[in-house]
Nanobody, 120 residues
């Protein structure tokens, strides 16, 4: 059993900053690429950022230069630092990861989601 627990959502004014974290726990042998997705009201869930275990980040164009993804493998935790937030960043943010379990199963795991609201 593998769980992802997110934290850090909330209400922030336009131009503000917020940091999300996602902690993995359970029967993990290897944590593979780690992701952040978001789903705005009435829209499909979409990829925001990803980071490999080696630390190579990828961003969707709409957040490049404003969001930073990072990870701490020792803590099995990854982060999303969001700066210069815009109202259109309002969404439920989900973390996601592919994990090799202790029993050598390849698992895809999702966090519970955390709401980020950008509004004055």
């Amino acid at each position: 059993q593998v769980q992802l627990v997110e934290s850090g959502g909330g209400l922030v004014p336009p131009g503000g900053s917020l940091s999300l974290s996602c902690a993995a726990s359970g029967s993990i042998r290897e944590l593979r690429t780690m992701y952040w997705y978001r789903q705005a009201p009435g829209k499909q869930r979409g990829l925001v950022a990803a980071i490999t275990p080696g630390g190579s980040p990828t961003y969707v164009n709409s957040v490049k230069g404003r969001f930073t993804v990072s990870r701490d493998l020792a803590k099995r935790t990854w982060y999303l630092q969001m700066d210069s937030l815009k109202p259109e960043d309002t969404a439920v943010y989900y973390c996601n990861a592919f994990v090799l379990s202790l029993t050598y199963e390849n698992l895809e795991v999702w966090g519970q989601g955390t709401l980020v609201t950008v509004s004055s």
